[in-house]
């Protein structure tokens, strides 16, 4: 299998050797680096049961460039998205939690009016930077006539819809037009990639949206994954093979992609790595369940992957901030050169890259499963689970970190009652 070319590997490892990775007197890279080149690669319906570099889960697929951006910099262990796909790609593109776009659901549309963080890249920067998006868009129902680019983003092609039906036959929305593709089409989201970056002749900013790991389950190209001689899917076989099989030959596009971008591109290049929600339930590992993954609120749902290196990130391991999926509009921002650390309901956590800090005190999400409205809170210790209904769920994360034990269902101390106070506190905060 492909992996990742060692010229993008060696500058953050000499880089590491330089600067400590704890060091708090490190001076922050941005004062002395150009405007980076920004890659945002969004998987679909991947947690952290599905990846190496994290305890959960037994079987793991084969991702020697994943694995090559993880432990060159930074993993991010307390990541929050939504518990589904829309309203997490809503608020990493408008730094804005659902429930003040209403887009709470899968399906949910994103509206016009919204700023991207596209659009305010562009207004910023006095437009220095160009933006592609790249594959799922899942923004506007299943409107084919929509035109991404009517937000603020100067190229678009991809899947306007949800899923494919077929990994092999899918309609592909380029600038305005569809057309019926045969390709393979994390292959062909990764073409789309590879040209238009080495097209760009400014600091370029691609968000790229692979539809996989998401069901349909299939039997990738067969050079593309480990899996073995896989038989064509059918209802009743066990679908973590062809699931695993996906992810690698995600994995495999990735290293082409990343291998295919100029070496002076890719020296000031940082890569940013992140799972649009948890597993879905066909192929939950444990710890998880079923129960406790994609379209939940439980940790398997919403705490997924993030992995982040590149130019800048001095520090490599795991972090353990409270970081939100809205975090992530700040967060870019900052990369790109503006000095606005918070923006509406976002937190930028750029600093983490050369040193230790406190971003967040709480961490927030939600979710509209189509009979109501769904939140989540959590500090360091302490989650709380809570609904239009007035049903609560609370757990001790520290003690119980898959959440087997409702401490609800039990005589709460003077010290778990005063966190539950304090939770259900923060949580009216922010949604005032």
């Known amino acids: 299998m492909k992996t990742l070319n060692l010229s993008l590997i060696l500058p953050f490892v000499l880089a590491v050797i330089i600067f400590p990775a704890c060091s708090k007197n490190v001076e922050s890279p941005a004062s002395t680096l150009e405007s980076p080149n920004i890659l945002l690669i969004i998987a679909d319906d991947l947690g952290k049961d599905a990846l190496s570099g994290f305890s959960e889960g037994l079987l793991k697929p084969a991702t020697p460039n994943l694995d090559a951006i993880r432990t060159s910099g930074l993993t991010f262990s307390n990541l929050w998205v939504n518990p589904t796909c829309t309203p997490t790609r809503a608020?990493?593109?408008?730094?804005?939690?659902?429930?003040?776009?209403?887009?709470?659901?899968?399906?949910?549309?994103?509206?016009?009016?919204?700023?991207?963080?596209?659009?305010?890249?562009?207004?910023?920067?006095?437009g220095e930077?160009?933006?592609?998006?790249?594959?799922?868009?899942?923004?506007?129902?299943?409107?084919?006539?929509?035109?991404?680019?009517?937000?603020?983003?100067?190229?678009?092609?991809g899947l306007i819809r949800g899923a494919v039906d077929n990994y092999y036959r899918w309609q592909l929305s380029e600038s305005g037009a569809t057309s019926l593709q045969t390709t393979y089409i994390t292959e062909k989201l990764t073409d789309l990639s590879i040209d238009w970056v080495n097209q760009q002749n400014q600091p370029w900013f691609l968000w790229l949206a692979y539809n996989a790991p998401h069901t349909p389950f299939h039997?990738?190209?067969?050079?593309?994954?480990?899996?073995?001689?896989?038989?064509?899917?059918?209802?009743?076989?066990?679908?973590?093979?062809?699931?695993?099989?996906?992810?690698?030959?995600?994995?495999?596009?990735?290293g082409r992609l990343l291998n295919n971008i100029p070496d002076a591109e890719k020296d000031n290049l940082i890569v940013i790595f992140v799972g649009d929600n948890g597993t879905p339930n066909q192929v939950a590992q444990s710890p998880y369940s079923s129960a406790t993954v994609k379209n939940t609120l439980y940790q398997g749902g919403v705490n997924t992957p993030m992995?982040?290196?590149?130019?800048?990130?001095?520090?490599?391991?795991?972090?353990?901030?409270?970081?939100?999926?809205?975090?992530?509009?700040?967060?870019?921002?900052?990369?790109?050169?503006?000095?606005?650390?918070?923006?509406?309901?976002?937190?930028?956590f750029k600093s983490l890259f050369a040193q230790t800090a406190t971003i967040r005190d709480y961490q927030y999400t939600e979710m509209d499963d189509g009979s109501g409205d769904q939140w989540a809170i959590r500090n360091e210790t302490y989650k709380l689970i809570m609904n239009d209904n007035g049903n609560s769920e609370l757990y001790?994360?520290?003690?119980?970190?898959?959440?087997?034990?409702?401490?609800?269902?039990?005589?709460?101390?003077?010290?778990?009652?005063?966190?539950?106070?304090?939770?259900?506190?923060?949580?009216?905060?922010?949604?005032?």
């Open 307 to 348: 992995f982040i290196s590149g130019t800048g990130v001095l520090r490599t391991g795991v972090d353990d901030n409270l970081i939100t999926g809205t975090d992530l509009f700040a967060t870019i921002a900052e990369i790109a050169g503006i000095n606005t650390p918070e923006v509406y309901d976002s937190k930028s």
């Open 129 to 157: 930077y160009a933006s592609a998006l790249i594959g799922k868009w899942h923004l506007s129902g299943n409107d084919p006539t929509v035109n991404p680019e009517s937000f603020g983003i100067d190229y678009y092609a």
């Open 219 to 254: 039997v990738p190209p067969a050079q593309t994954h480990t899996q073995g001689n896989l038989p064509e899917f059918t209802t009743g076989m066990d679908p973590l093979p062809y699931y695993l099989a996906a992810i690698e030959s995600m994995d495999y596009q990735i």
């Open 396 to 432: 001790n994360l520290r003690k119980d970190p898959y959440e087997q034990e409702d401490l609800l269902k039990t005589t709460l101390s003077t010290t778990v009652s005063g966190a539950k106070a304090a939770l259900e506190a923060e949580l009216r905060n922010i949604r005032q």
């Open 91 to 126: 608020a990493i593109m408008t730094g804005k939690y659902g429930y003040r776009t209403q887009v709470k659901g899968a399906g949910d549309i994103l509206a016009g009016s919204e700023i991207t963080l596209q659009q305010y890249l562009r207004d910023q920067t006095n």
